[in-house]
């Protein structure tokens, strides 16, 4: 797993996480919104991992 996919998937995390702290501790539908792009940031991160082509180790 490279820099940027585990990037992403800290982004995920991060932002399914404050929609959920946010949605749990005030009560405003507004933070579904985070759930949202969470998804779709994990999406992405799933997307990107699958066209990355695994290098060889031929040494």
Known sequence: ????LKA???LTAF?????L???IT???VFFAF???LGV???VGA???GRSVRKEDDHS
């Open 21 to 23: 702290i946010g949605w």
């Open 1 to 4: 797993m490279n820099g940027a």
């Open 8 to 10: 992403a998937w800290g």
């Open 40 to 42: 779709l940031t994990a």
């Open 26 to 28: 005030t009560g405003e």
């Open 34 to 36: 985070f759930l949202v």
């Open 15 to 19: 932002v399914i996480l404050v929609g």
């Open 46 to 48: 799933v997307l990107t």
